[in-house]
């Protein structure tokens, strides 16, 4: 393997494993003692060794190393001395003489823990339907959680084949990433029973509910699978303990399962269908077949992300891949749709060809989330996923606004660094820009280019520049100096079109957009000269002629030429482009004249979404803003409501107690109409699953609850009682948007007996969705008695560790909960760190842009300045200027906020 010399000339370099020694293959057995909480192993490693050492050194982490040696090709050991390097995460095995270059064995003996922070190899339970408790052993090994697990070369570079074993209880399902090779009893009078087939796991323990503590013991089994194709140490996979599967579906030839706990098959039907659309899709895009040689898709209790994409299995949380269509919402669907299609995309996009080290990880993510809205809109165009898309956008703008953004690609030198990038600027930035690419080079091109990437790395390692140079190859246009300027520099460019010459000319001009205004960043020096290499695709109005075109801007400006004088220009058509864009007072009224005639939905929300952020940085005032919005009031789009709504309760985190009742007025004159033009309560036909438009009624269940809760209007609040009565009697006699909107009500107004019923109600969910509906109302009410309660199920175990981190934040957003909140995390500080799985911490910590007001955002200063989130340092810092933005809008509109709103 040659070197990539850039790696000499960073700092990273430390970090990384020497490059003198590499792995082809790992033979690794794991013993895992699920009720004792421990695990053992052995690992034998097959090694290049290109050239002379004598010593060795693999990733190892929390691990117990008995014994270690090494085997060179005759067969002659020589035993190592064991050194173990905690701090780097690292264990270094020293021989006392010289190993030749050439083929070697490296075999290690070990044990571990089997923990609980869901990293590594950790334990998962859950309850059946008697009552029988059941605990799983689990693998999570991205980013750098192998080393965890067993010692190995954990960087993305070191791809091996891996031969794993495993010896488990005989009535437990073992799945790995390959099809099982073979079972055998560890009783010797059992016969071997071969498995050449990916069915034949389901042979032994996948309907059994027995309960390992009470029935007797069945032995052991040893459960071998086959050989994996060549691939990282991150995507080991492992999954132990009591499952049930659905029956094998045959997707171009590769047999597709969902296994889920017992007695929970019943929810995997949708997924199935997703899974099967998803795969089939992907190998038409890529032209290249699905590599493994079968896929589960693993539902398990407790995971720390959404999914992860193990080759051959994937394991998810529950509710990314359970769920009951007849009582599952839209939003519900598309979640699960989407995080399904993204970990199948990954298969092709990290797991055959992968990033050669973790600040690449940006374009594993970034590009699975744009294929995943690529074959979902596939599977079902009538979602429009795009526009959606487009609303999903805006928490990546949020951030990428702010001084303490970064880079989507940038230097990761240490593990903490990695597990930093798995945020909104991977995923929904990084999906973004790659949208933008696809619109403006044309789906085939790039789409060839995709493909020509993958057919050239397959089973390699990648740099950024080598799917640009792939796209550029077969487009023909210039796509690594353009991207580039978005993926090497933070941020995002403001572009403003302005008329010249009656119309027919318009000088187009880029600048950086910042949330904070000027005079609360002149302190802060900034690179002046941020250009970015913007394709703009935008459309020109002559009288009642409508034409689209694009231009490229690659410096400070550019003035375009239009065939004839222009009555207005809409930049970013087709809502696409990763910018925001402005327009004179007079440019702006034109082009908002005939706005449902003119603009798609897409458009729609680009306008009100660069309005509100501009009214946020104070380039434009809130009753600018105000007046504006109005024009909204007939919005039929749940993306444009996204905004209005949005903006909605970020006003309702600024405002005093002095200023709801301008509030409560503005939230009931905006949203009403459009809430009574689909009407408040359903009509016969929408409570038909199949007959109804299932995006109408998401659109229902977000007006109707912002009109029970910050607008406070009577009439829905009934209708919401109503609605929850039906809805306890028979979980599909009311839509899934609108019972879920009714709980969201129910719980804003609720006293204390509610609290006991949806306390209850969370205790008996029969779906994923419906437990998490009932946790976070438990974070929804005002009376800070029952948020105390709340917040001490986050702590006492009633919610999963999993779950608890976004319940604290959820309280700590709530305008009644935020103070108590704030104390309690502060309290608890040191508990939480060491309980809660690291790479929450931070998520947990963005109800810290809750706290509204100057004296509080000094304490949120002082308290991380001294307790450090390591996992999360550029996070934390972007909460806290998230909060600041908001306290200098908060001050800078103090006027406006403290009279009616009304038409203002």
Known sequence: MSTDTRLLLDESVSYRLPRSVVPERYDLHLVPDI??????????????????????????????????????????????????????????????????????????????????????????????????????????????????????????????????????????????????????????????????????????????????????????????????????????????????????????????????????TNLAAFSERVASASLSFFNR????????????????????????????????????????????????????????????????????????????LWLNEAFATFMQMLATDDWQPNWKRWDTFGASRGAAFSTDGLLSTRPIEFTVRKPEDAEGMFDVLTYEKGASVLRMLEQYLGAESYRLGIAHYLNSHKYGNTETTDLWDAIEEKSEQPVRQMMDSWIFQG???????????????????????????????????????????????????????????????????????????????????????????????????????????????????????????????????????????????????????????????????????????????????????????????????????????????QLRGMLFTTAGTIAEVEEVVEEAATLYAKYKKSRTSVSPALAAAAISVLAYHGDEAQYRDFVQQFKKASTPQEEERFMYALAGFRDKALLSKTLEKTLNGEIRTQNAPYVVRSVMLNPWGRELAWNFMKENWDKMVKIYPVVMVPRMCEGVTGLVSEDQLLDVQNHFEKNEVKQGLRTISQHMEKLAVAVYFKTRERHTLERSWLKH
Not at 521 to 550: C, T
Not at 684 to 690: A, E, G, I, V
């Open 35 to 264: 009720e004792a909480g421990t695990f053992s192993g052995t690992v034998g490693v097959f090694c290049n060794v290109l050239s002379d050492t004598d010593e060795v050194l693999l990733n190892s982490l929390e691990l117990i190393i008995e014994s270690g040696k090494a085997i060179d090709e005759k067969g002659k050991e020589i035993d190592a001395a064991v050194h173990l390097d905690a701090d780097n995460e690292r264990v270094r095995l020293g021989f006392g003489k010289t190993l030749k270059a050439g083929r070697w064995q490296f075999q290690i003996a070990f044990n571990g823990i089997l923990n609980d922070k869901l990293h590594g190899f950790y334990r998962s339970s859950y309850t059946d339907e008697s009552g029988t408790k059941h605990t799983l052993a689990v693998t999570q090994c991205e980013p750098t959680d192998a080393r965890r697990i067993f010692p190995c070369f954990d960087e993305p570079d070191f791809k091996a084949v891996f031969k794993i074993s495993v010896l488990v209880d005989a009535d437990a399902v073992a799945l790995s990433n390959s099809p099982i090779e073979s079972e055998k009893s560890e009783k010797a009078e059992k016969k071997e029973t071969s498995k050449t087939s990916s069915k034949s796991e389901t042979s032994k323990g996948s309907k059994s509910k027995a309960d390992s503590k009470s029935a007797k013991p069945r032995g052991k089994k040893l459960v071998v699978f086959k050989e994996t194709m060549k691939m990282s140490t991150y995507l080991v996979a492992l999954v132990v303990g009591n499952l049930e599967a659905t029956e094998p579906v045959d997707v171009d030839g590769c047999p597709l399962r969902v296994w889920t706990p017992a007695g929970k």
């Open 285 to 360: 895009y890529y032209g290249i077949k699905y590599p493994g040689e079968k896929l589960d898709l693993v539902a398990v209790p407790d995971f720390m992300f959404g999914a992860m994409e193990n080759l051959g299995c994937v394991i998810f949380r529950e509710n990314a891949l359970l769920l009951d269509e007849k009582t599952a919402a839209q939003q519900e669907l598309e979640r699960v749709a989407d995080i399904v299609a993204h970990e199948l995309a990954h298969m092709w996009f990290g797991d055959l060809a992968t990033m050669r080290w973790w600040n690449g």
């Open 491 to 697: 941020g995002y460019p403001l572009v403003h079109a302005s008329k010249e010459e009656g119309g027919q000319s318009w000088l187009i001009t880029q600048h950086r957009f910042f949330y904070l205004p000027e005079e609360k960043r002149s302190h802060v020096k900034q690179d002046s000269v941020s250009r970015y290499h913007i394709p703009i695709m935008y459309k020109a109005a002559y009288g009642n002629e409508r034409v689209e075109g694009r231009v490229l801007l690659t410096g400070n400006s550019t003035e375009l030429k239009l065939p004839a004088a222009a009555d207005w220009l809409l930049l970013n058509a087709g809502g696409h482009g990763f910018y925001r864009c402005s327009y004179s007072d007079d440019d702006l009224a034109a082009i908002t004249k005939n706005l449902y005639r003119d603009l798609s939905a897409i458009e729609r929300f680009g306008l009100i979404s660069d309005l509100w952020a501009s009214a946020l940085n104070g380039s434009i005032e809130l009753k600018t803003f105000f007046r504006h919005s109005y024009q909204f009031k007939a919005e039929t789009d749940k993306n444009v409501w996204t905004v209005l709504i949005g903006a909605i309760n970020y006003l309702n985190q600024i405002v005093g107690k002095g200023q709801r009742s301008a509030l409560r007025e503005y939230a009931r004159e905006i949203v009403m109409p459009a809430l009574e033009a689909i009407g408040i309560s359903e009509t016969s036909s929408s409570k038909n699953r199949q007959a109804k438009d299932a995006v109408k009624e």
